[in-house]
């Protein structure tokens, strides 16, 4: 048992024609050892997994059968990590024996292609926490809050659920072909394999959704930041804190990240509790009290002068900090809720689970909760992050199960937690933060009284609760504070000061939290207005080869111009919406993600199909069918339907009606300027959904046309075209898992034994 | 105590390469092992490279 078959043939093996590197030990544990491995189940094991199942089984019981008055926070985090623990056990195994079949005898990028900068091995366990920092932010934190106006069940389901079938199952195949492509692109690897059509489609798709996300991430930051002089300056301070970070690391210290990121740490500590002080100065309250505008405006400005400034001064340094709080806050809410374990009072589906017209968003739980809740669960942007940098670093192929899949799993444990936040601060106080103004009349009586009558079971809210719960968060009000980075805020403050600090310490958790939310997402928008503007010059660079050349100024800062201008506008739009911008805007921010996801989905399920795994395609097919069918139908409501809260259009008409009609006041809209944006901004929101779905339906029929030729081509017997890189040997050895198997460490101790000088000689590239 | 110690100093190790913190250590080991003839860049000119080439080569951060 484990042991190692003696004499290894030196020559190209039958399976995958790769000779491995004369004198090494075996660069992968042997087929049938690690089979039988995988196989025996010992009676510990077997205990193990039943422990999980039953504790897995017990936790979703008490979740989503037992009717009590309230629900332990615990069994949130059960539920969903037995979940976990089974999908990864399990259900990506066979998506790795059957669908990805990776080799560990054949060389990683990181290994063929290393260069010490940008294809460098590194450890498994440091590359999924640098995976995760990467893919994990603001999205997750935020779409779960706004998801609870259905109460905590339909989100916890979807988000638990679709990770395992939908979520991770896309982040970790495509992170597994691009790294068998050398780590190219989603866009690359679309145009390769669904063609012209299909490539330009998903090209341009790619550029809207990335506008729509920065946008309304952007939108996120304005609301959390609006009135509030607190997080305004706090948030402010980060600038100057990146800016002093980034000159440390070029001119004093080079390279002495951490030692700059603890420093950072501490001034934005400083920063948080200098806030509370300037705010409650009066010069501070004055000058640092921004309307929303303002604060959009600023953004703008910001992310176009972000975007030009060379990385070193201000978006390396705040991706140290970003990445530093991500972990650090992920950690400590975990021990928090579990030290703490709130008791839920939300019931399990709320009055609005059955109805289209709830105040958070509109529509009904099919599609709009799916949309709503995106990352954590499923999210399509992933993809350009799996295709980029992370292939790039693996240092064998059986960790892309680890990374993809297990990092993706991670992000939907942060959305649980993210949910158990939210929901455990009173249902009142939810439904008068989450509404907007136009509902709640931001008043903290009219918002109580708005509250009172929405008939909610066992909410009955005062005005002095609102007013306390303002004070003790330090803010001036929380009323209409939608975008659900506030409320998560509150959520949060009220967990961690019964963790440390108690009351006294709410206001410093409160702009702690909207202080990491908003680092991380001017760190996406920063990146994201980089990442479109070198995707707008390249294709316009296919009609201007000037435009190619990205160290071209002019050109440069004029694709960046148009990209900001481009989610500016969007942001403007969401800001001055008299709907409330979040409540008609975050449908169209799940919807793109999603959309992203059906694409990446349709280029994997087309590459699945050309390898010939025909048998097991439905595990591609289930959640891009899932993904289509979700988004399609949003967006087909979101163009189609009579009804005005959901359809876009009908909005519009019954806008534009009104104002024909003469009338100075409509609905929510109070004057005719207001009427006016309204019928303008339904028709930019309705024009938009249009595309997106036009495109992304072009997408999936290339791909499944791709499929269904591949599958025409295995039965007539010609070869599919391959875009792989050709296989290399690997000369290096790594365990796949967290854990290294014994037969795994049985190897290890066989390489630990190699003189080092065999080791270097034999990875000599140059 | 020692335990204690290794243990703090391994989530140290390992929350510095998730930050990248080690991206020059493990430049020099490539240079070391692939046998240039040249001398490494040293640590201020790697750095300069670093983020000067994530200019031209930007990397998203998700949502």
């Avoid at chain 1, 199960?401 to 942060?414: A, N, P």
């Avoid at chain 1, 005005?463 to 719960?469: K, N, S």
């Amino acid at each position: 048992m484990g042991t190692m078959p003696a004499g290894r043939p030196q020559t190209a093996d039958p399976e995958d024609g790769i000779t491995p590197v004369p004198g090494l030990p075996p660069t992968a544990v042997d087929e049938t050892v690690r089979e039988a491995e995988e196989r025996k189940w010992t009676p510990g094991k077997i205990a193990l997994w039943a422990a999980i199942a039953l504790l897995g089984g017990v936790a979703w019981f008490m979740l989503a059968i037992i009717r009590g008055e309230t629900v332990n926070a615990i069994w949130f985090v059960f539920a969903s990590v037995c979940t976990y623990l089974i999908g990864y056990r399990f259900y990506s195994k066979v998506i790795e024996r059957y669908i990805t079949r990776p080799n560990d005898r054949r060389a990683t990028p990181a290994e063929y292609k290393a260069d010490g900068k940008d294809y460098v091995r590194t450890d498994r366990n440091v590359l999924f926490g640098h995976h995760f920092a990467a893919i994990a932010g603001a999205g997750p934190l935020v779409g779960p809050v706004i998801a609870a106006q259905m109460g905590y069940l339909p989100g916890t389901i979807w988000i638990i659920i679709g990770v395992v079938l939908a979520g991770a199952v896309q982040d970790y195949l495509v992170l597994f072909f691009s790294m068998r492509r050398g780590g190219r692109s989603l866009g690359q690897m679309a145009r390769e394999e669904l063609g012209v059509i299909g490539g330009t489609a998903a090209l341009i798709a790619t550029l809207l959704i990335m506008i729509i996300i920065v946008a309304i991430l952007a939108l996120v930051v304005v609301n959390a930041l609006g009135e509030s002089p607190w997080g305004v300056f706090s948030v402010g301070m980060t600038i100057p804190i990146a800016l002093f970070m980034g000159v440390y690391l070029r001119y004093l210290r080079p390279g002495k990240v951490m030692e700059v990121s603890i420093i950072g740490f501490v001034l934005l500590m400083a920063a948080i509790i200098g806030g509370g002080a300037v705010a409650g100065t009066e010069w501070g309250a004055a000058f640092f009290h921004l309307d929303k505008v303002t604060i959009a405006w600023g953004l703008i400005i910001y992310g176009f002068i972000a975007a030009i400034l060379p990385v070193w001064l201000l978006l390396a340094p705040r991706d140290y900090l970003s990445t530093f709080m991500k972990i650090g806050v992920i950690v400590m809410l975990a021990l928090a809720i579990i030290v703490v374990r709130p008791e839920i009072t939300v019931p399990a589906f709320s009055e609005f689970a059955s109805r289209d017209n709830g105040p958070v968003f509109s529509g009904a739980v099919f599609p709009f909760l799916f949309v709503t809740i995106a990352c954590g669960a499923l999210s399509g942007f992933h993809a350009l992050i799996s295709s980029g940098t992370t292939p790039k670093l693996i240092e064998k192929e059986r960790q892309t199960r680890l990374i993809g899949y297990g990092g993706m799993l991670m992000e939907s444990f942060v959305a649980i937690m993210a949910l158990v936040a939210a929901i455990s601060i009173d249902r009142g106080i939810y439904f008068a933060m989450n509404a907007p103004t136009a509902l709640t009349g931001g008043t903290v009586e009219t918002a109580a009284q708005w509250v009172n009558s929405l008939g909610l079971a066992g909410v009955n809210i005062t005005p002095d609760v609102l007013a306390q719960t303002a004070k003790d968060v330090g803010e001036q009000s929380i009323i209409s504070r939608s975008g659900g980075a506030p409320t998560l805020a509150v959520g949060l403050a009220h967990i961690m000061q019964q963790f440390i600090g108690g009351t006294a310490m709410m206001a410093f958790w409160y702009h702690f939290a909207i202080m990491f939310e908003a680092l991380f997402i001017l760190t996406a928008v920063d990146a994201g207005t980089r990442v479109a503007r070198f995707m707008l010059q390249d294709s316009i660079g296919n009609f201007v080869p000037k435009f190619k050349d990205h160290s071209w100024r002019p050109g440069a800062w004029l694709t960046t111009a148009v990209m900001v201008l481009a989610w500016g506008a969007v942001l403007l739009m969401g800001v001055t919406d008299p709907l409330g911008g979040i409540n008609t805007l975050f449908p169209l921010f799940g919807i793109a993600n999603q959309l992203l996801a059906a694409i990446a989905l349709a280029v994997v399920l087309a590459i699945v199909a050309k390898r010939g795994t025909f048998k097991y395609l439905w595990i591609v097919a289930l959640p891009l069918a899932f993904a289509a069918v979700v988004t399609i139908t949003a967006s087909f409501y979101k163009i189609f339907s009579p009804v005005p809260a959901v359809g876009y259009f009908a909005q519009n008409a019954a806008f534009a009606k009104a104002l024909a009609d003469g009338k100075t006041s409509f609905g929510t809209a109070k004057t005719t300027a207001a009427m006016e944006a309204v019928v303008r901004n339904t028709m930019i929101q309705g024009w938009l959904s249009v595309i997106f779905v036009v495109l992304s339906i072009i997408v999936i029929i290339t791909a499944v046309i791709a499929a269904v030729k591949a599958y025409r081509n295995a039965a007539k017997g010609i070869a599919n075209v391959e875009y792989e890189d050709p296989a290399q040997p690997s000369r290096v050895f790594a365990p796949a898992g967290v854990f290294p198997t014994p037969a795994e460490r049985e190897l290890q101790a066989e390489w630990d034994k190699l003189p080092a000088d065999r080791r270097l000689e034999h990875s000599a590239r140059h | 105590m020692n335990a204690l110690l290794t243990g703090l100093r391994g989530f140290a190790g390992f929350f510095s390469g998730v930050l990248g913190a080690d991206a020059y250590r493990k430049y020099l080991e490539h240079h070391r092992d692939s046998g240039h003839a040249g001398p490494p860049l040293t640590e201020r000119e790697f750095w300069r490279d670093h983020t000067d080439r994530q200019d031209t080569n930007p990397q998203g951060r998700c949502c």
